[in-house]
């Protein structure tokens, strides 16, 4: 399958301040903006938000 620039290879970086991240791919023309999830902080312990790093 081939690699375009509508599905970019995002980081997701905690809001929590430890440092944790997720690397995932977004659709460009769907999500122009940042992208925020919801998900798991291994040094947490918690479910916390993580926004997309540019």
């Known amino acids: 399958m081939a690699r375009t620039t ?3 290879v995002v980081k997701l970086r905690s809001t929590a301040g430890t440092g944790a991240t997720y690397v ?3 659709n ?3 999500d122009p903006d940042r992208l925020v999830l919801r998900k798991y902080d291994p040094v947490a312990g918690k479910h916390v938000l993580f926004r997309e790093e540019r």
């Open 6 to 8: 509508a599905r970019p």
């Open 24 to 26: 995932t791919r977004k």
């Open 28 to 30: 460009r023309l769907n």
